[in-house]
DNA sequence: TGCTTCACG
DNA sequence: ACGTACGTGAAGCAA
């Protein structure tokens, strides 16, 4: 098998935060060397040859071949990549393995049903049109809903709602400060209805319908594998990590996504996997006890902060709780969690006090990261990608403070992407490509067309892979759903 | 191009 | 006194 090799996701691995991964970049800021720009050899931006100079040509395909092999020798001398183990494992056993594992997945495609999207679109469109004409004859006047300039004049100039807070640019027109003036008029709910359907017919209606390939009806992702800080992927044109999901209507677009005929979708998603790594990197006694024993975590945590027996938690408090949960993995501030839950800082400063009391590993880990994060300038994830936070030594406070929220997530939210790019090679590794094929990569799911008669054997194949990923201190557990659309799932 | 808003994990 | 939860991508507006 021939040796696999990519300088930009060696670059990548190396510094996370660069924020200009591309040849030409890095050339410029390692070699000093200013290679060719394709503009500059086309006069039209098109492949015409007849357009082309061809002495510029042959330098700029030179060029791309003598600074890929010049950054590869580089690379290979970097005391970082060749001393440092544990970079060069995630690049040799992660990065370069799911580079194939991607491909494919970019080939394949997904299929989409063009009618059910295309119904929902007509069925927006109508609902769009009653609530402008609604919304305008409250206004009394025609203006653009889409725009939170014109929108601010007519609710905070022309109607005299008081203003909860500004922007930069002006009034804050967001979700929040919309449902802060419901009380004292009737438009604002409705701009915010009108907002959530114009949003979603917009981007996940009709720019996933001109995605779609009319001969194959299946739209296809590209996946970015050199982008986060943390080590995900993301996804775009289109992003088919944020398709609706949280709302009913969300939900039916979901429903257009299909398999191909004869097979199903199979969707196998990690069980609050983001605390149990918490869990496991603190060793909290009381997170490991919750995920050891199977106890409802959110449950465990509520009576932990109201400190209550478990049989006394409602909806409620379990609702509290677990905001405080994902709370604690992105460092969150009495402040910030007050204004989450809508209650006074002072209660929610009671709250994370409590938190803390009883969960003394959490809070040993945040310490001892935030430390250590201070110190090295970096962070790494249990498999040893890295991040690094010069944001932490700035003068700043607001700029250092958010360095130390950063140092608390990534370790977590690495490890979880690690985590998931692990399970995804081995079972790519194990199935069989005519008649499994994995689709998407949501950051703890993953989706697969499956052959309908081998249904259950791939489900259990899915969930043994994926449970067994890593051995941490707390069992890991994968759902498991199948359907013959996405929205069931 | 930058800003605001909002969809997801 | 000050700003205030991590990580993304896309659409639409305004300049």
């Given at each position: 098998m021939a040796q696999f090799y990519d300088t930009m996701l060696a670059q990548y691995i190396k510094n996370p935060g660069q924020r200009w991964l591309w040849l030409d970049s890095i050339a410029e800021r390692e070699f000093e060397y200013k290679m060719i720009s394709f503009d500059q050899i086309t006069a039209k931006k098109t492949l015409n040859f007849e357009e082309v100079d061809l002495p510029q040509a042959a330098i700029y395909s030179w060029e791309d071949v003598y600074m890929t092999h010049k950054l590869y020798q580089n690379q290979k001398q970097n005391p970082y990549i060749t001393q440092e183990l544990k970079t060069d494992w995630i690049l040799k056993s992660i990065e370069f393995p799911l580079m194939k594992v991607l491909s494919k997945m970019e080939m394949t495609w997904i299929k989409i049903e063009r009618d059910i999207l295309k119904w929902l679109g007509m069925q927006l469109e109508s609902a769009i049109k009653e609530l402008e004409i609604e919304i305008f004859s409250l206004a009394w006047e025609n203006f653009n809903i889409n725009s939170p300039k014109q929108l601010g004049v007519i609710l905070f100039e022309k109607m005299q709602l008081p203003v909860i807070k500004k922007t930069k640019t002006g009034y804050a027109t967001d979700e929040d400060s919309l449902n802060e003036l419901i009380p004292y008029h009737p438009l604002p709910a409705l701009i915010l209805e009108y907002r959530g359907i114009a949003k979603l017919k917009s981007t996940y209606i009709d720019n996933l319908f001109e995605l779609i390939n009319p001969i194959t009806k299946r739209v296809h992702t590209t996946y970015n594998q050199a982008v986060t800080t943390t080590g995900r992927l993301s996804s775009s044109n289109p992003n088919l990590q944020n398709i609706p999901i949280r709302t009913e209507l969300g939900k039916s677009i979901r429903g257009a996504f299909i398999p191909e005929e004869g097979y199903l979708l199979l969707s196998a998603d990690y069980s609050q996997i983001e605390l149990r790594i918490l869990a496991h990197i603190a060793r909290d006694t009381n997170l490991l006890d919750a995920f050891i024993h199977d106890i409802d975590v959110h449950s465990q945590t509520a009576a932990r902060i109201y400190d209550c027996d478990?049989?006394?938690?409602?909806?409620?408090?379990?609702?509290?709780?677990?905001?405080?949960?994902?709370?604690?993995?992105?460092?969150?501030?009495?402040?910030?969690?007050?204004?989450?839950?809508?209650?006074?800082?002072?209660?929610?400063?009671?709250?994370?006090?409590?938190?803390?009391?009883?969960?003394?590993?959490?809070?040993?880990?945040?310490?001892?990261?935030?430390?250590?994060?201070?110190?090295?300038?970096?962070?790494?994830?249990?498999?040893?990608?890295?991040?690094?936070?010069?944001?932490?030594?700035?003068?700043?406070?607001?700029?250092?403070?958010?360095?130390?929220?950063?140092?608390?997530?990534?370790?977590?939210?690495?490890?979880?992407?690690?985590?998931?790019?692990?399970?995804?090679?081995?079972?790519?590794?194990?199935?069989?490509?005519?008649?499994?094929?994995?689709?998407?990569?949501?950051?703890?799911?993953?989706?697969?067309?499956?052959?309908?008669?081998?249904?259950?054997?791939?489900?259990?194949?899915?969930?043994?892979?994926?449970?067994?990923?890593?051995?941490?201190?707390?069992?890991?557990?994968?759902?498991?759903?199948?359907?013959?659309?996405?929205?069931?799932?």
């Open positions: 478990m049989s006394m938690i409602t909806q409620d408090m379990r609702r509290v709780a677990k905001v405080v949960n994902f709370g604690i993995i992105y460092g969150m501030s009495a402040y910030g969690l007050s204004q989450e839950l809508k209650i006074p800082p002072k209660k929610a400063q009671e709250m994370i006090d409590k938190y803390f009391n009883t969960h003394s590993g959490v809070k040993a880990y945040i310490n001892s990261t935030i430390e250590q994060a201070t110190r090295d300038g970096f962070v790494t994830t249990l498999w040893g990608r890295k991040r690094y936070i010069p944001e932490l030594k700035s003068g700043n406070k607001n700029i250092r403070e958010f360095g130390q929220r950063a140092a608390i997530n990534m370790p977590i939210q690495g490890s979880a992407a690690d985590l998931i790019k692990s399970a995804m090679i081995n079972i790519s590794k194990q199935i069989d490509n005519k008649r499994v094929k994995l689709l998407l990569q949501v950051h703890d799911e993953l989706v697969f067309e499956v052959k309908q008669d081998i249904i259950k054997e791939t489900s259990n194949l899915v969930k043994e892979c994926m449970e067994n990923a890593a051995k941490f201190s707390v069992p890991l557990k994968v759902d498991i759903n199948y359907s013959n659309n996405w929205g069931e799932i």
